[in-house]
């Protein structure tokens, strides 16, 4: 699918309130609420004692990390999916988030990992890919064919080392849709992470979304960006890396959401001098924003690319630059939890701030946008007409007094009427 235009969005957003998936009015603020070290303490009771915080600053939705048994402790190595008591603590000290979260009207968002599943005892090959003693005790015949089991090949990229779930078998289909259904009616989750959406047929994304009814869903579609072959460095043109966002969103019949890798690829390196990467050569976002902004989470480092893994990190020194563009765009931001409570007061606050602007004039995720400046040191642009804003080292304003400087920081300004 290409590019989506205004009309066409509309009638997907109409179809998304009515299926579930995403949400419609476009105003949301997502938290990705752990790290990969919140494994190390009783971390839903740690948060517990945010929701307040996080209630205030006005986001909508926190993602937490996955909730059930796991071989790893992080979540990303599940077993038992109906038992909720995890490295992150018990089930009762999450069902009591969760229902803090609820009263304060904020969303949970599950992370759901059914792209493998660990095995309990062993089975065709030798291989741990059978379920046997616990709840969807699922034999060798749920597990794809390229990954030790007797189902079919996988419809998705293989994920090395576990049992990859065969989503073409009818049975798990059934035992995942009631699955989910059970995170949002009984534990009470609202909003649902894909993770490795690329393991898998988004067409399933798509079933298990009309299936369960999520208020909201996005899924992890992280795919590499192009890069120089001579040196290394990111090309300019990273429309075949946002097309295929698009096409694996356009597959879920735009139920779900994605990430948008594509623009964080971008703004990391043009932040460091480069904020002429940052208007496309139709003068647009050059990221998943630019294209299909009302499926487009942006997000500037998340548990993989930042925290203690730090797999593709943004530069430190820059991170309020990246807010200050997310934040003030067109898409669904994301802000993770290292920078809001990790970072000191100031950070956290700065951020709290350009999310309050945000709101208060109406900024949303299918704002439009107007890129006035970018170039080397400097990239500024207007939002709905109401906002106007710039980041990098070069000196800008916006003309006109109708303009007031609402906040301001190292290397980044907003303004509104």
Request: hydrophobic share 30%; charged share 25%.
């Amino acid at each position: 699918m290409e590019q989506p235009n205004s009309d066409s969005d509309r009638g997907l957003e109409e179809a998304s309130a009515q299926a579930g998936g995403v949400i419609k009015n476009g105003r949301e603020i997502l938290f990705q609420g752990f790290n990969w070290e919140s494994k190390n303490r009783n971390w839903w009771e740690h948060l517990a004692n945010k929701v307040l915080d996080l209630a205030n600053s006005g986001f909508t939705s926190i993602w937490l990390p996955p909730p059930t048994q796991s071989l790893s402790p992080e979540g990303y190595l599940p077993q038992n999916l109906y038992s909720l008591d995890s490295c992150y603590g018990s089930s009762d000290q999450l069902r009591s988030l969760l229902g803090k979260l609820s009263e304060h009207k904020i969303r949970a968002m599950a992370d759901v990992v059914i792209n493998h599943r660990v095995g309990t005892t062993q089975g065709h090959g030798g291989v741990y890919n059978r379920y046997d003693g616990i709840p969807l005790p699922w034999d060798e015949h749920a597990v794809t064919s390229c990954s030790g089991g007797l189902g079919d090949k996988s419809t998705g990229e293989n994920f090395d080392g576990v049992p990859n779930i065969d989503h073409t078998q009818s049975f798990v289909r059934k035992d995942i849709a009631q699955w989910l259904i059970w995170l949002c009616k009984d534990v009470g989750f609202q909003d649902f992470r894909f993770d490795f959406a690329k393991g898998y047929s988004p067409e399933f994304v798509k079933e298990y979304i009309e299936e369960s009814k999520p208020m909201f869903s996005v899924g992890e579609y992280w795919d590499s960006c192009e890069y120089s072959p001579t040196d290394n460095s990111l090309n300019y043109n990273q429309d075949n890396h946002r097309q295929r966002i698009i096409n694996w969103i356009d597959s879920t019949g735009g139920l779900c959401a994605a990430f948008d890798f594509t623009s964080k690829g971008i703004v990391q390196e043009a932040v460091k001098g480069q904020m002429w990467r940052l208007r496309d050569a139709q003068g647009k976002p050059p990221g998943v924003m630019g294209w299909w902004p009302s499926r487009a989470v942006t997000f500037i480092d998340n548990h993989d690319t930042g925290s203690s893994q730090n797999h593709w990190p943004f530069p430190s020194e820059h991170i309020m630059e990246g807010y200050a563009y997310i934040l003030t765009h067109p898409g669904i931001p994301t802000v993770f939890y290292d920078h809001f409570y990790d970072w000191g007061d100031s950070t956290h606050d700065q951020i709290a701030r350009l999310m309050e602007i945000r709101r208060s004039q109406d900024i949303h995720s299918r704002s439009t946008i107007k890129i006035i400046e970018a170039r080397p040191d400097l990239y500024s642009a207007i939002i709905e007409d109401k906002l106007c804003m710039k980041i990098g080292d070069g000196s800008w304003s916006p003309s006109g007094d109708e303009w007031k400087l609402a906040t301001s920081g190292n290397r980044y300004a907003v303004w509104h009427k």
